[in-house]
């Protein structure tokens, strides 16, 4: 321990030099704190920066804007989502109930284990177009994943009904991160809701 910290320990801890990759991580490890903490309206680049014990310029090298930090948590939390929906599709059983409760289970499951910063930091990108388009290329994504898994047991899924099931899916998690609903009920309701999208797609 440093004298500084010795004489007063209350004293901010001394920055560290970390690789770039470290430092990136470090930075959304604090974003995803502030935003769980204090909501996503708290998270700035200047108040990461202070809470990550770094300097401005250093979080600017990372992000250009708010709007490039939020984009980076997003495509985070995206990719994650997609793992574990794969993974857990991989394994299912090769039935409409294997699938409708992987996917029910996983999505919301994906959205609790990111906690309540989440829906936050979802709506704060659709108050941006270019961020807005960036969500919905990757739900587009996610819809055609969906579609693929669930065609065998249909005659088609349109997209609409993959739109409404996803809004579905969205509402029901929001409503677990905030204690709303159990996470047991949001699953079972997504899955019901995607069962039934199936039926409609088959008559």
């Known amino acids: 321990m440093s004298s500084d910290r010795v004489k007063n320990p209350s004293a901010p801890p001394r920055r560290q030099r970390l ?3 470290e430092r990136h991580r470090q930075l959304l490890d604090v974003a995803w704190r502030i935003a ?3 909501g996503t309206e708290a998270l700035t680049l200047g108040w990461l920066a202070e809470q990550a014990a770094v300097t401005k310029p250093v979080v600017y090298d990372h992000f250009a804007t708010r709007s490039a930090l939020l984009a980076a948590l997003y495509q985070e939390f995206d990719a994650r989502q997609n793992q574990v929906i794969d993974a857990a599709l991989a394994a299912s ?3 409409l109930d294997g699938r409708a409760s992987v996917i029910a ?7 609790l284990e990111q906690g309540r910063e989440i829906p ?3 709506a704060a990108l659709v108050g941006s177009p270019e961020l807005a388009t960036m969500k919905r290329e990757h739900e587009a994504v996610f819809l055609e994943k969906c ?3 669930l065609t065998p047991f249909s005659r088609g899924i349109t997209t609409a009904r993959l739109c409404g099931m996803l809004g579905a ?6 409503a677990a991160a905030s204690g709303e ?3 047991r009920e949001a699953s079972d309701e997504l899955y019901q809701t995607i069962r039934a999208m199936v039926a409609r797609s088959v008559g």
Do not use: F
């Open 181 to 183: 609903i159990t996470a």
């Open 105 to 111: 289970s996983s999505y919301v499951d994906c959205v």
């Open 19 to 21: 690789l770039r990759e």
């Open 120 to 122: 936050g930091v979802v």
């Open 93 to 95: 059983e090769p039935t």
């Open 169 to 174: 899916a969205a509402g029901l998690s929001a």
């Open 147 to 149: 579609r693929e898994a």
């Open 36 to 38: 769980r903490e204090e």
